[in-house]
Structure formats: structure tokens, C-alpha cells
């Protein structure tokens, strides 16, 4: 049973990677970061990330994206 859960869990975060581009891109559609609630089930989904980590790795993709939304989360050198 342990290994069923950890393989359900494991494809819930492969399943989320695979989405994140598509869901950062809504939101920035949206001109908005994530959510308090978003954050939340990322972490929940992950089983790692603070809320920072997971706005950083927003910021980095919206900026890739042409968006300043979050850069504020961003080291100085890649503002």
C-alpha cells in the first residue's frame, strides 16, 4: 500500500511540472501571480517549496514570457 500512495503522489508532482507553463501562463493572461491558495497546493502537490521559491519560479517564467509580474522576487542581477 505505501508504494501505491508514494506512485500516486509521485504522478500528482510529474502531472503539476507538466502543467506549470500552462498555468503560469493563464495567470499571467490574468496579470496576476499565484494565488495564497495556489501556492498552497502547489506545496501540497510538490511536498516542497516555500511561498517565495514558488514565486521566484513564477517570476522567472513570466519573465521569460516578456512580464515583469513578481520580479520583485527575482536576485537583482535578473531584474
Do not use: C, Q, Y
Not at 506512485?7 to 496576476?32: C, S, T
Not at 515583469?68 to 537583482?76: Q, R, V
Request: glycine share 6%; aromatic share 6%; proline share 6%.
Amino acid at each position: 500500500m505505501p508504494n501505491e500512495i508514494e506512485k500516486v503522489l509521485a504522478e500528482g508532482a510529474d502531472a503539476l511540472d507538466a502543467a506549470l507553463p500552462d498555468l503560469f501562463d493563464a495567470m499571467i493572461a490574468a496579470n496576476r501571480g499565484p494565488t495564497d491558495a495556489e501556492l498552497e497546493m502547489f506545496r501540497a502537490v510538490k511536498g516542497a517549496g516555500s511561498d517565495n521559491e514558488w514565486r521566484r519560479l513564477f517570476a522567472k517564467h513570466a519573465k521569460s514570457r516578456g512580464s515583469s509580474l513578481l520580479s520583485n522576487h527575482l536576485p537583482p542581477s535578473s531584474s
